[in-house]
Protein backbone atom coordinates (compact mmCIF):
# COMPACT_ATOMS: atom_id res chain seq x y z
CA UNK A 1 0.00 0.00 0.00
CA UNK A 2 1.13 3.42 -1.06
CA UNK A 3 -0.06 6.33 1.55
CA UNK A 4 0.76 9.63 0.96
CA UNK A 5 0.77 11.75 4.03
CA UNK A 6 0.27 15.71 3.20
CA UNK A 7 1.16 17.75 6.53
CA UNK A 8 4.23 18.65 8.80
CA UNK A 9 2.95 18.45 11.86
CA UNK A 10 3.16 16.41 15.11
CA UNK A 11 0.02 13.96 13.84
CA UNK A 12 1.50 13.93 10.69
CA UNK A 13 4.57 12.76 11.46
CA UNK A 14 3.46 10.87 14.11
CA UNK A 15 1.32 8.51 11.57
CA UNK A 16 4.41 8.16 9.07
CA UNK A 17 6.47 7.10 11.54
CA UNK A 18 3.75 4.62 13.18
CA UNK A 19 2.50 3.31 8.97
CA UNK A 20 6.33 3.89 7.94
CA UNK A 21 7.16 -0.09 8.54
CA UNK A 22 3.54 -1.56 7.22
CA UNK A 23 2.94 0.30 3.91
CA UNK A 24 5.16 2.69 1.51
CA UNK A 25 4.56 6.06 3.37
CA UNK A 26 5.74 9.42 1.50
CA UNK A 27 5.25 12.52 3.93
CA UNK A 28 4.25 16.01 1.41
CA UNK A 29 4.14 19.60 2.07
CA UNK A 30 0.80 20.79 2.51
CA UNK A 31 1.56 24.23 1.25
CA UNK A 32 3.36 23.29 -2.11
CA UNK A 33 2.49 19.64 -2.60
CA UNK A 34 5.68 19.18 -4.52
CA UNK A 35 6.45 15.28 -5.31
CA UNK A 36 3.12 13.91 -4.61
CA UNK A 37 2.45 10.79 -6.14
CA UNK A 38 -0.41 10.66 -8.34
CA UNK A 39 -0.62 6.44 -7.95
CA UNK A 40 -1.32 6.08 -4.24
CA UNK A 41 -3.69 4.19 -2.67
CA UNK A 42 -4.19 6.42 0.46
CA UNK A 43 -4.16 10.50 0.70
CA UNK A 44 -4.21 11.78 4.42
CA UNK A 45 -4.22 15.36 5.00
CA UNK A 46 -3.19 15.91 8.48
CA UNK A 47 -3.33 19.95 8.54
CA UNK A 48 -5.11 22.26 10.88
CA UNK A 49 -8.23 22.21 11.22
CA UNK A 50 -8.79 25.47 9.62
CA UNK A 51 -6.53 24.26 6.61
CA UNK A 52 -8.21 21.16 5.29
CA UNK A 53 -10.28 22.79 3.24
CA UNK A 54 -7.87 25.14 1.26
CA UNK A 55 -5.55 21.98 0.90
CA UNK A 56 -8.37 19.89 -0.44
CA UNK A 57 -9.03 22.60 -3.23
CA UNK A 58 -5.22 22.46 -4.12
CA UNK A 59 -4.96 18.63 -3.73
CA UNK A 60 -8.28 18.39 -5.89
CA UNK A 61 -7.01 20.30 -8.88
CA UNK A 62 -3.91 17.87 -8.94
CA UNK A 63 -5.46 14.92 -8.64
CA UNK A 64 -8.63 15.58 -10.47
CA UNK A 65 -11.46 12.83 -10.13
CA UNK A 66 -9.33 10.55 -7.79
CA UNK A 67 -9.84 6.81 -7.33
CA UNK A 68 -7.65 6.60 -4.38
CA UNK A 69 -9.71 8.05 -0.91
CA UNK A 70 -8.66 11.42 0.04
CA UNK A 71 -9.10 11.73 3.77
CA UNK A 72 -8.50 14.06 6.65
CA UNK A 73 -7.54 13.50 10.35
CA UNK A 74 -9.25 15.94 12.68
CA UNK A 75 -11.86 14.78 15.00
CA UNK A 76 -14.20 17.83 15.19
CA UNK A 77 -14.19 17.92 11.34
CA UNK A 78 -16.79 16.62 9.21
CA UNK A 79 -16.31 14.94 5.85
CA UNK A 80 -17.96 17.98 4.06
CA UNK A 81 -14.79 20.07 4.99
CA UNK A 82 -13.19 17.82 1.79
CA UNK A 83 -16.31 18.36 -0.57
CA UNK A 84 -13.91 19.82 -3.14
CA UNK A 85 -13.10 16.17 -3.73
CA UNK A 86 -14.11 14.61 -6.65
CA UNK A 87 -13.96 11.15 -5.72
CA UNK A 88 -13.69 8.99 -2.25
CA UNK A 89 -13.43 10.73 0.96
CA UNK A 90 -13.00 10.22 4.65
CA UNK A 91 -11.60 10.42 7.75
CA UNK A 92 -9.02 9.14 9.93
CA UNK A 93 -8.87 10.21 13.30
CA UNK A 94 -6.67 9.00 15.46
CA UNK A 95 -7.75 9.89 19.45
CA UNK A 96 -4.46 10.86 21.05
CA UNK A 97 -2.90 14.27 22.09
CA UNK A 98 0.26 13.44 19.87
CA UNK A 99 3.96 15.75 21.58
CA UNK A 100 6.76 15.72 19.55
CA UNK A 101 9.65 14.70 21.82
CA UNK A 102 7.48 11.61 23.44
CA UNK A 103 7.48 8.07 21.51
CA UNK A 104 3.89 6.35 22.04
CA UNK A 105 2.69 3.32 21.90
CA UNK A 106 1.11 3.12 18.88
CA UNK A 107 -0.90 -0.25 19.14
CA UNK A 108 -2.66 1.27 21.76
CA UNK A 109 -4.24 4.32 20.48
CA UNK A 110 -7.62 3.78 18.64
CA UNK A 111 -8.75 5.00 15.40
CA UNK A 112 -11.99 6.35 14.46
CA UNK A 113 -12.58 5.92 10.54
CA UNK A 114 -15.40 7.06 8.80
CA UNK A 115 -15.43 6.74 4.62
CA UNK A 116 -17.53 8.53 1.72
CA UNK A 117 -18.62 4.71 0.63
CA UNK A 118 -18.03 1.22 1.35
CA UNK A 119 -14.63 0.65 -0.32
CA UNK A 120 -13.05 3.87 1.64
CA UNK A 121 -13.99 2.66 4.81
CA UNK A 122 -12.71 -0.41 4.54
CA UNK A 123 -9.47 0.67 3.32
CA UNK A 124 -9.46 2.80 5.80
CA UNK A 125 -9.76 0.13 8.37
CA UNK A 126 -7.33 -2.08 7.23
CA UNK A 127 -4.53 0.99 7.60
CA UNK A 128 -5.99 1.67 11.10
CA UNK A 129 -4.98 -2.11 11.79
CA UNK A 130 -1.45 -1.67 10.20
CA UNK A 131 -0.97 0.03 13.11
CA UNK A 132 -3.11 -0.64 16.39
CA UNK A 133 -6.00 -3.19 17.24
CA UNK A 134 -8.33 -0.68 18.75
CA UNK A 135 -10.07 0.40 15.24
CA UNK A 136 -13.74 1.57 15.13
CA UNK A 137 -16.27 3.23 12.89
CA UNK A 138 -17.23 6.51 13.64
CA UNK A 139 -19.29 9.20 11.95
CA UNK A 140 -19.38 13.13 12.51
CA UNK A 141 -21.92 12.19 15.58
CA UNK A 142 -20.27 10.02 17.21
CA UNK A 143 -16.91 11.69 17.01
CA UNK A 144 -18.51 14.74 18.52
CA UNK A 145 -19.92 12.64 21.06
CA UNK A 146 -16.13 11.52 21.62
CA UNK A 147 -14.84 14.85 21.33
CA UNK A 148 -17.39 15.65 24.31
CA UNK A 149 -16.31 12.80 26.51
CA UNK A 150 -12.74 13.91 26.15
CA UNK A 151 -13.18 17.52 27.15
CA UNK A 152 -14.18 16.16 30.43
CA UNK A 153 -11.94 13.34 30.68
CA UNK A 154 -8.91 15.08 29.45
CA UNK A 155 -9.16 18.76 29.63
CA UNK A 156 -11.28 18.62 32.59
CA UNK A 157 -9.24 16.28 34.47
CA UNK A 158 -6.23 18.81 33.84
CA UNK A 159 -8.70 22.08 35.01
CA UNK A 160 -8.57 20.04 38.35
CA UNK A 161 -5.02 18.94 38.40
CA UNK A 162 -4.08 23.05 37.98
CA UNK A 163 -6.66 24.13 40.27
CA UNK A 164 -5.70 21.62 42.86
CA UNK A 165 -1.57 22.80 42.16
CA UNK A 166 -2.34 26.30 43.47
CA UNK A 167 -4.75 25.76 45.99
CA UNK A 168 -1.89 23.77 47.71
CA UNK A 169 0.79 25.45 46.82
CA UNK A 170 -1.07 28.69 48.23
CA UNK A 171 -1.35 26.54 51.36
CA UNK A 172 2.33 26.02 51.15
CA UNK A 173 2.13 22.25 49.94
CA UNK A 174 3.63 20.69 47.06
CA UNK A 175 1.66 19.24 44.45
CA UNK A 176 3.78 16.77 43.80
CA UNK A 177 2.40 14.90 46.99
CA UNK A 178 -0.56 14.04 45.25
CA UNK A 179 0.94 12.44 42.49
CA UNK A 180 0.79 9.12 43.28
CA UNK A 181 -2.66 9.41 44.44
CA UNK A 182 -3.83 10.76 41.26
CA UNK A 183 -1.47 7.73 39.11
CA UNK A 184 -3.78 4.86 41.20
CA UNK A 185 -6.93 6.73 40.37
CA UNK A 186 -6.23 7.16 36.85
CA UNK A 187 -5.22 3.18 37.07
CA UNK A 188 -8.43 2.00 38.90
CA UNK A 189 -10.76 3.58 36.83
CA UNK A 190 -9.53 2.50 34.02
CA UNK A 191 -9.12 -1.44 34.94
CA UNK A 192 -12.78 -0.83 36.44
CA UNK A 193 -16.38 0.74 35.66
CA UNK A 194 -15.31 4.19 37.73
CA UNK A 195 -18.57 4.70 38.73
CA UNK A 196 -17.72 1.66 40.95
CA UNK A 197 -14.88 2.84 42.37
CA UNK A 198 -16.00 6.20 43.21
CA UNK A 199 -14.32 7.14 46.62
CA UNK A 200 -14.75 10.64 48.68
CA UNK A 201 -16.73 12.50 50.94
CA UNK A 202 -19.64 12.48 48.38
CA UNK A 203 -19.95 9.12 47.52
CA UNK A 204 -19.97 8.17 50.95
CA UNK A 205 -22.76 10.93 51.96
CA UNK A 206 -19.98 12.41 54.14
CA UNK A 207 -22.43 15.72 55.22
CA UNK A 208 -20.12 17.03 57.81
CA UNK A 209 -16.75 16.89 55.47
CA UNK A 210 -18.11 18.09 52.47
CA UNK A 211 -19.98 21.23 54.61
CA UNK A 212 -16.33 21.40 56.13
CA UNK A 213 -14.83 21.86 52.87
CA UNK A 214 -17.42 24.06 51.32
CA UNK A 215 -16.55 26.51 54.20
CA UNK A 216 -12.85 26.71 53.76
CA UNK A 217 -13.27 27.53 50.07
CA UNK A 218 -15.60 30.03 51.38
CA UNK A 219 -12.99 32.45 49.40
CA UNK A 220 -13.14 31.38 46.48
CA UNK A 221 -16.22 31.79 44.55
CA UNK A 222 -14.84 29.62 41.70
CA UNK A 223 -13.43 26.70 43.75
CA UNK A 224 -16.69 26.44 45.59
CA UNK A 225 -18.62 26.38 43.11
CA UNK A 226 -16.87 23.76 41.17
CA UNK A 227 -16.82 21.73 44.54
CA UNK A 228 -20.58 22.28 44.82
CA UNK A 229 -21.54 21.05 41.50
CA UNK A 230 -19.67 18.23 40.80
CA UNK A 231 -20.00 17.15 44.98
CA UNK A 232 -23.97 17.60 44.13
CA UNK A 233 -23.33 15.41 40.82
CA UNK A 234 -21.87 12.33 43.09
CA UNK A 235 -24.49 12.90 45.57
CA UNK A 236 -27.25 12.61 42.78
CA UNK A 237 -25.91 9.05 41.87
CA UNK A 238 -27.02 7.95 45.07
CA UNK A 239 -30.71 10.31 44.71
CA UNK A 240 -29.57 12.68 47.37
CA UNK A 241 -29.14 16.23 47.52
CA UNK A 242 -27.08 19.07 49.74
CA UNK A 243 -27.93 22.25 48.41
CA UNK B 1 12.81 0.43 67.00
CA UNK B 2 10.09 -1.61 67.35
CA UNK B 3 6.35 -0.89 66.22
CA UNK B 4 3.04 -2.05 67.14
CA UNK B 5 0.27 -1.14 64.32
CA UNK B 6 -3.10 -1.99 66.23
CA UNK B 7 -5.72 -2.32 63.49
CA UNK B 8 -6.29 -4.81 60.86
CA UNK B 9 -7.35 -2.84 57.69
CA UNK B 10 -5.75 -2.46 54.60
CA UNK B 11 -3.81 0.57 56.30
CA UNK B 12 -2.47 -1.20 58.50
CA UNK B 13 -1.50 -4.46 56.48
CA UNK B 14 0.16 -1.93 54.00
CA UNK B 15 2.33 -0.11 56.59
CA UNK B 16 3.44 -3.37 58.52
CA UNK B 17 4.35 -5.09 55.04
CA UNK B 18 6.31 -1.75 54.28
CA UNK B 19 7.53 -1.30 57.50
CA UNK B 20 8.83 -5.10 58.55
CA UNK B 21 12.03 -5.33 56.38
CA UNK B 22 13.10 -2.10 58.38
CA UNK B 23 11.63 -2.24 61.94
CA UNK B 24 10.22 -4.95 63.98
CA UNK B 25 7.01 -4.89 63.43
CA UNK B 26 3.56 -6.08 65.51
CA UNK B 27 0.12 -5.91 64.38
CA UNK B 28 -2.54 -6.16 67.21
CA UNK B 29 -6.09 -6.73 67.24
CA UNK B 30 -7.46 -3.13 67.50
CA UNK B 31 -10.98 -5.14 69.58
CA UNK B 32 -8.98 -7.13 72.43
CA UNK B 33 -5.32 -5.26 71.87
CA UNK B 34 -4.40 -8.91 72.75
CA UNK B 35 -0.50 -9.61 72.97
CA UNK B 36 0.66 -5.52 72.94
CA UNK B 37 4.26 -5.22 73.78
CA UNK B 38 4.27 -2.41 76.39
CA UNK B 39 7.72 -1.78 75.20
CA UNK B 40 7.52 -0.75 72.09
CA UNK B 41 9.07 2.46 70.54
CA UNK B 42 5.91 3.39 68.27
CA UNK B 43 2.11 2.92 68.43
CA UNK B 44 0.67 3.38 65.42
CA UNK B 45 -3.38 3.07 65.16
CA UNK B 46 -4.66 2.55 62.14
CA UNK B 47 -8.57 2.13 62.49
CA UNK B 48 -11.33 3.61 61.04
CA UNK B 49 -11.59 7.27 61.88
CA UNK B 50 -14.47 6.75 64.22
CA UNK B 51 -12.68 4.23 66.02
CA UNK B 52 -9.98 6.20 66.84
CA UNK B 53 -11.42 8.15 70.53
CA UNK B 54 -12.48 4.42 71.49
CA UNK B 55 -9.19 2.57 71.16
CA UNK B 56 -7.10 5.19 72.01
CA UNK B 57 -9.22 5.50 75.31
CA UNK B 58 -8.73 1.52 75.43
CA UNK B 59 -4.91 2.01 74.94
CA UNK B 60 -4.20 4.45 77.20
CA UNK B 61 -5.67 2.37 79.89
CA UNK B 62 -3.27 -0.56 79.37
CA UNK B 63 -0.11 1.64 78.64
CA UNK B 64 -0.57 4.41 81.24
CA UNK B 65 1.49 7.54 81.04
CA UNK B 66 3.39 6.26 77.75
CA UNK B 67 6.98 7.51 76.78
CA UNK B 68 6.69 5.97 73.12
CA UNK B 69 4.22 7.95 70.38
CA UNK B 70 0.71 7.04 70.25
CA UNK B 71 -0.29 7.95 66.71
CA UNK B 72 -3.18 7.72 64.41
CA UNK B 73 -2.91 7.27 60.39
CA UNK B 74 -5.77 9.60 59.20
CA UNK B 75 -6.17 12.36 57.22
CA UNK B 76 -9.14 14.01 58.17
CA UNK B 77 -8.79 13.78 62.29
CA UNK B 78 -6.90 15.93 64.55
CA UNK B 79 -4.70 15.11 67.08
CA UNK B 80 -7.04 15.61 69.70
CA UNK B 81 -9.03 12.02 68.82
CA UNK B 82 -5.68 11.26 71.17
CA UNK B 83 -6.17 13.00 73.84
CA UNK B 84 -7.18 10.51 75.99
CA UNK B 85 -3.24 9.44 76.02
CA UNK B 86 -1.59 10.61 78.81
CA UNK B 87 1.68 11.11 77.04
CA UNK B 88 3.14 11.85 73.12
CA UNK B 89 0.91 11.69 70.27
CA UNK B 90 0.99 12.36 66.79
CA UNK B 91 -0.29 11.43 63.16
CA UNK B 92 1.43 9.25 60.95
CA UNK B 93 -0.53 9.68 57.32
CA UNK B 94 -0.01 8.43 54.02
CA UNK B 95 -1.71 9.64 51.25
CA UNK B 96 -2.92 7.09 48.89
CA UNK B 97 -5.88 4.67 48.47
CA UNK B 98 -4.71 0.88 49.56
CA UNK B 99 -6.70 -1.79 48.29
CA UNK B 100 -5.94 -5.57 49.22
CA UNK B 101 -5.19 -6.60 45.97
CA UNK B 102 -2.68 -4.28 44.67
CA UNK B 103 0.96 -3.85 45.06
CA UNK B 104 2.08 -0.62 45.64
CA UNK B 105 5.32 1.20 45.48
CA UNK B 106 5.67 2.05 49.21
CA UNK B 107 8.92 4.42 48.58
CA UNK B 108 6.45 6.39 46.38
CA UNK B 109 4.10 7.17 48.61
CA UNK B 110 3.77 10.57 50.67
CA UNK B 111 3.65 10.62 54.45
CA UNK B 112 2.64 13.78 56.12
CA UNK B 113 3.62 13.80 60.03
CA UNK B 114 2.52 15.60 62.86
CA UNK B 115 4.06 15.29 66.47
CA UNK B 116 2.56 16.66 69.73
CA UNK B 117 6.00 17.75 70.31
CA UNK B 118 9.97 17.75 68.84
CA UNK B 119 10.81 14.19 69.73
CA UNK B 120 6.97 12.57 68.62
CA UNK B 121 7.79 14.25 65.18
CA UNK B 122 11.36 13.67 64.93
CA UNK B 123 10.78 9.94 65.45
CA UNK B 124 8.06 9.67 62.55
CA UNK B 125 10.37 11.61 60.24
CA UNK B 126 12.37 8.66 60.88
CA UNK B 127 9.75 5.98 60.62
CA UNK B 128 8.26 7.54 57.85
CA UNK B 129 11.50 7.81 55.93
CA UNK B 130 12.24 3.75 56.66
CA UNK B 131 9.45 3.63 54.12
CA UNK B 132 9.81 6.46 51.36
CA UNK B 133 11.81 9.86 50.33
CA UNK B 134 8.44 11.93 50.32
CA UNK B 135 8.14 12.42 53.92
CA UNK B 136 6.52 16.20 55.28
CA UNK B 137 5.27 17.71 58.42
CA UNK B 138 1.36 18.67 57.79
CA UNK B 139 -0.56 20.13 60.71
CA UNK B 140 -4.42 19.44 60.97
CA UNK B 141 -4.88 22.91 58.55
CA UNK B 142 -2.75 21.44 56.42
CA UNK B 143 -3.71 17.64 56.20
CA UNK B 144 -7.07 19.34 55.48
CA UNK B 145 -6.09 21.39 52.80
CA UNK B 146 -4.99 18.13 51.39
CA UNK B 147 -7.77 16.66 51.33
CA UNK B 148 -9.63 18.90 49.59
CA UNK B 149 -7.12 19.23 46.84
CA UNK B 150 -6.80 14.92 46.72
CA UNK B 151 -11.39 15.37 46.31
CA UNK B 152 -11.12 17.71 43.57
CA UNK B 153 -7.78 15.83 41.99
CA UNK B 154 -9.19 12.17 42.64
CA UNK B 155 -12.87 11.75 43.48
CA UNK B 156 -14.04 14.37 40.91
CA UNK B 157 -11.67 13.17 38.46
CA UNK B 158 -12.76 10.20 39.13
CA UNK B 159 -16.50 11.33 38.67
CA UNK B 160 -15.54 12.93 35.36
CA UNK B 161 -14.16 9.31 34.66
CA UNK B 162 -17.75 7.79 35.53
CA UNK B 163 -19.78 10.46 33.32
CA UNK B 164 -17.64 10.34 30.72
CA UNK B 165 -18.39 6.19 30.39
CA UNK B 166 -22.11 6.81 30.62
CA UNK B 167 -22.39 9.72 28.05
CA UNK B 168 -19.78 7.37 25.54
CA UNK B 169 -21.82 3.99 26.18
CA UNK B 170 -25.42 6.20 26.03
CA UNK B 171 -23.81 7.35 21.73
CA UNK B 172 -22.88 3.54 21.56
CA UNK B 173 -18.94 4.26 21.93
CA UNK B 174 -16.75 2.44 24.63
CA UNK B 175 -14.89 4.19 27.47
CA UNK B 176 -11.78 2.17 26.57
CA UNK B 177 -11.06 4.12 23.95
CA UNK B 178 -10.52 7.26 26.09
CA UNK B 179 -7.94 5.29 28.46
CA UNK B 180 -4.53 6.06 25.99
CA UNK B 181 -5.69 9.89 26.22
CA UNK B 182 -6.81 9.82 29.77
CA UNK B 183 -3.31 8.01 30.32
CA UNK B 184 -1.32 10.50 28.42
CA UNK B 185 -3.00 13.24 30.03
CA UNK B 186 -2.00 12.39 33.53
CA UNK B 187 1.63 11.85 32.21
CA UNK B 188 1.85 14.97 30.66
CA UNK B 189 0.09 16.57 34.20
CA UNK B 190 2.31 15.07 36.27
CA UNK B 191 6.05 16.09 34.56
CA UNK B 192 4.92 19.45 33.97
CA UNK B 193 2.90 22.38 35.63
CA UNK B 194 -0.86 21.26 34.63
CA UNK B 195 -1.50 25.24 33.96
CA UNK B 196 0.99 25.35 31.33
CA UNK B 197 -0.19 22.09 29.85
CA UNK B 198 -3.90 22.63 29.39
CA UNK B 199 -5.53 22.06 26.09
CA UNK B 200 -9.11 22.00 24.73
CA UNK B 201 -11.66 24.10 23.47
CA UNK B 202 -11.35 26.30 26.58
CA UNK B 203 -8.25 26.84 26.73
CA UNK B 204 -7.80 28.01 23.00
CA UNK B 205 -11.40 30.25 23.38
CA UNK B 206 -12.59 27.92 20.74
CA UNK B 207 -16.57 29.69 21.06
CA UNK B 208 -18.16 28.00 18.27
CA UNK B 209 -16.87 24.93 19.93
CA UNK B 210 -18.24 25.24 23.23
CA UNK B 211 -21.27 26.47 21.81
CA UNK B 212 -21.98 23.13 20.05
CA UNK B 213 -20.97 20.88 22.75
CA UNK B 214 -23.83 22.93 25.01
CA UNK B 215 -26.09 22.76 22.93
CA UNK B 216 -25.79 18.95 22.52
CA UNK B 217 -25.64 18.39 25.99
CA UNK B 218 -28.91 20.56 26.50
CA UNK B 219 -31.16 17.47 27.61
CA UNK B 220 -28.65 16.67 30.14
CA UNK B 221 -29.19 19.51 32.64
CA UNK B 222 -26.11 17.66 35.00
CA UNK B 223 -23.93 17.27 32.37
CA UNK B 224 -24.33 21.10 31.03
CA UNK B 225 -23.62 22.42 34.30
CA UNK B 226 -20.42 20.39 34.94
CA UNK B 227 -19.40 21.28 31.16
CA UNK B 228 -20.24 24.87 31.75
CA UNK B 229 -18.62 25.31 35.18
CA UNK B 230 -15.36 23.71 34.30
CA UNK B 231 -15.26 25.73 30.92
CA UNK B 232 -15.60 28.88 32.41
CA UNK B 233 -13.21 28.18 35.32
CA UNK B 234 -10.65 27.85 32.51
CA UNK B 235 -11.95 30.75 30.53
CA UNK B 236 -11.35 32.56 33.41
CA UNK B 237 -7.49 31.94 33.41
CA UNK B 238 -7.18 33.71 30.67
CA UNK B 239 -9.87 36.38 32.21
CA UNK B 240 -12.15 35.63 29.54
CA UNK B 241 -16.24 34.97 29.86
CA UNK B 242 -18.70 33.00 28.10
CA UNK B 243 -22.12 33.02 30.34
Known amino acids: MKI ?15 LSTKATVATVNPHTLEGLNLQADL ?15 KLASILGKNMAPVVHTSGTTG ?3 LKAINGRRGVFYPLQTFSKDFDLDYSEIPIFVE ?3 PYTTDLLKETAELMTKHVYEADSD ?16 NHLYALSKQYLESHDLPFEALHPLIRETVRKACSNDPAKVQTGPAARRDMLTIN ?27 EWHII
Not at 43 to 57: F, G, H, K, M, P
Request: aromatic share 6%; hydrophobic share 40%.
Open 142 to 157: KRRSLHIASVMSCNFV
Open 43 to 57: YILSVSDSAIREVAE
Open 79 to 81: LDA
Open 4 to 18: EIIGRGNVASHLAKA
Open 115 to 117: GSD
Open 212 to 238: NHLSMLKDDENLKEIYEVLTNSILNVY
